[in-house]
């Protein structure tokens, strides 16, 4: 997956049988972003950085070695795993979250709602902003995020978010990004 194109960079979530990898600001054409799809196999050269915990790859650039590669990944499920130390090692790999409650969060007239426009709700639809929800599992609560970058306001996912109900028991699929410990990127929300 990948977020949107910008300025002559992009920055794209990867992964081959070893890990996840989250390349940040890559040098990338427009042209070559949009061979940028599921399932391409790409061979990239950067440096190993750090960012708020995140594991990253910067000053990359990369090559498109093989476009009808056939080898995708399915997503890791690990909704047992949140809330330890064992999480870290799916960091930026294509994982699933299942039986998750959507609890509330607070907007700012303090008003309980299913999600939030931006962390703080001071976003719109219309801004393209970040969807920030609340699920929980066994007990307790945990921050997803839909990043408008990555699905944005025309997407199913991001529709999915904003028509959820607090109390909805919803499946997960996205990207273990990590912002000072877990901060998933969702691409998929499916209410049971």
Do not use: R
């Not at 989250?22 to 799809?37: G, P, Q, T």
């Not at 708020?52 to 795993?81: C, H, N, P, R």
């Not at 699929?173 to 410990?181: P, R």
């Amino acid at each position: 997956g990948h977020q949107s194109w910008w300025n002559d960079t992009i920055n794209v979530y990867a992964q081959d049988e070893d890990g996840g990898y989250f390349m940040y600001n890559m040098a990338c054409s427009e042209a070559d972003a949009e061979k940028l799809v599921d399932g391409t196999k790409i061979k990239v050269t950067g440096y190993k950085s750090e960012w708020s915990g995140e594991i990253e790859i910067i000053d990359a650039t990369f090559e498109i070695v093989e476009m009808q590669y056939l080898w995708t990944f399915v997503g890791e499920t690990v909704t047992d795993k949140l809330g330890t130390d064992e999480l870290e090692q799916y960091m930026n790999m294509k994982v699933c979250f299942y039986g998750m409650t959507v609890e509330p969060s607070v907007d700012p007239d303090g008003n309980e709602v299913a999600f939030l426009y931006n962390w703080d709700g001071s976003g719109t639809h219309d801004d393209n902003s970040d969807l920030y929800f609340n699920v929980s599992y066994n007990g307790n609560t945990y921050t997803f995020t839909v990043e408008s970058y990555l699905c944005d306001n025309t997407t199913d996912v991001y529709a999915a978010v904003e028509n959820l109900q607090i109390g909805d028991v919803i499946d997960m699929e996205g990207f273990l990004y990590w912002y000072n410990g877990p901060n998933p990127h969702i691409t998929e929300v499916i209410v049971k």
